[in-house]
């Protein structure tokens, strides 16, 4: 410890104060004194000590008392105190040691015996404080390595689960389009086979000679009429079959896009859309609740610079988790509650000029979070699912993504029985 520490001498007898201030100023400290608790309670409000010698028979409150407010006190528990006292019994030093002491010095006391005394109280007051701050250091590093570790096994998980994912859904989509591919062909053909036949069955009722009745009475037979008429739409009805399923291949394909190396525009209506037909079942009524309304207001977005396949990822969570939010309370519902339930989920997008970003806010009307729920919701492994319907993971990955990856922000209000909500901001470069 510096010759320099500041030592606090606290004492009612202003000879005591003067011998000891000579003493340890000789040696190098810096002092300052007090003649009651209370004043040395007082003058630590804006000086704080390295060390405290305290006399324990002081009037008003004594030094047993000031000692016991000195370590109830969190900015002044830390400061070593060395008692001195006449009194050398056995009861009075266990006292001082149960109240925090460091040290006990007798009066009269010998210049030398005070002198190590301060001087070893310091350097172990010293020795302590490098020892705290050390493991401080010690303790933001190891902080430091975990945070590294979560957010690279995040990395590596959301890798996976999205490489994973990309691959089965490229897959079907591919083995759509195979027999797709066949399909709209051949309806192509088979419209003009069957409009081919058609002219040709109407030349011959037109041109030939009187039918016979077998021929009439089979015509009545399979409808001919209604037959001629209604296999166009048939074919029309097959042609938007394929176009449908045409449109799903595509929504998988840019659902499953991979990202590359570098960011590249995108246009977030579709991830939206194609998140939304990933999960179009589970969005429809089934044998526990109504089907889920999802009301659309899309602004005028342009396409910005991002990772799009990682974000699809991050529409996919959120909205799956409103869906479980609606399984959920359907499950505990009665049917008269079921009957009455109106399930909604909002999604809206903007563009906000003045910060150059992009904005989507996606909510549900569901059962809603408490604040302490709210807090946690983006920490890592946190959830309030059951084991086994859950991980913790998906909304963890949704904000590293959106922050990390794209520098933007997502936040979440929610309030019980109002729903919640989640928004979206990314910067538009």
């Known amino acids: 410890m510096p010759d320099s520490a500041r030592i606090l001498v606290v004492d009612d007898t202003p000879a005591n104060l003067e011998i000891i201030t000579e003493i340890l100023a000789n040696a190098g400290y810096t002092i300052s004194t007090a003649i009651s608790g209370d004043r ?32 109830d006190n969190p900015e002044t528990a830390y400061i070593p105190v060395i008692f001195m006292t006449a009194v050398a019994n056995t009861s009075s030093k266990v006292k001082g040691f149960s109240l925090g002491a460091a040290d006990y010095i007798t009066k009269p006391f010998q210049e030398s015996e005070l002198l190590a005394r301060v001087k070893t109280h310091l350097q172990l007051s010293l020795l302590t404080q490098q020892l705290e701050q050390r493991i401080q250091e010690r303790t933001a590093e190891l902080q430091m390595a975990l945070d590294q570790l979560s957010r690279s096994q995040l990395k590596l998980i959301q890798s996976e ?85 045409r449109a799903i291949s595509s929504g998988l394909r840019t659902f499953s896009r991979s990202d590359g190396e570098y960011k590249a525009k995108a246009d977030l209506h579709e991830g939206i859309e194609s998140a939304l037909l990933i999960l179009k079942y589970r969005i429809k009524g089934n044998s526990h609740r109504p089907a889920i309304q999802v009301l659309k207001d899309y602004g005028e977005l342009p396409p910005i610079e991002c990772f799009p396949g990682q974000l699809n990822q ?18 505990q519902a009665s049917s008269v509650d079921l009957d009455n339930a109106s399930h909604k989920i909002e999604i809206s997008t903007a563009v906000l000029p003045e910060s150059k970003h992009v904005e989507i806010r996606i909510r549900d009307n569901g059962s809603g979070m408490t604040p302490e729920v709210t807090c946690r919701i983006f920490d890592y492994l946190f959830t309030t699912k059951a084991a086994g319907k859950g991980t913790g993971l998906g909304l963890t990955i949704a904000h590293q993504i959106v922050t990390e990856k794209h520098n933007g922000s997502l936040h979440v209000q929610s309030e019980m029985g109002q729903g919640t909500e989640f928004c979206i901001r990314l910067p538009m470069s």
Do not use: W
Request: aromatic content about 6%; some cysteine.
């Open 314 to 331: 991050v529409f996919m969570n959120i909205l799956a988790n409103a869906i479980d939010v609606f399984d959920e309370a359907a499950q």
């Open 40 to 71: 040395a309670l007082k003058r630590l409000q804006a000086y704080t000590p390295d060390l405290i010698l305290l006399d324990v028979q002081m009037p008003g409150i004594d030094g047993f008392e000031t000692c016991q407010r000195l370590k």
């Open 161 to 245: 689960k999205m490489a994973s994912l990309g691959n089965l859904v490229a897959g079907v989509a591919h083995e759509i389009n195979n027999p797709l591919g066949f399909l709209n062909g051949s309806i192509d053909h088979l419209n003009d086979y069957v409009g081919d036949l058609l002219d040709h069955l109407r030349l011959y009722q037109q041109n030939e000679s009187p039918r016979t009745t077998l021929i009439q009475d089979h015509a009545h037979k399979i409808s001919l009429d209604f037959l001629c008429e209604d296999l166009p739409k048939v074919l029309n009805s097959m042609q938007g079959a394929t176009d449908r399923i």
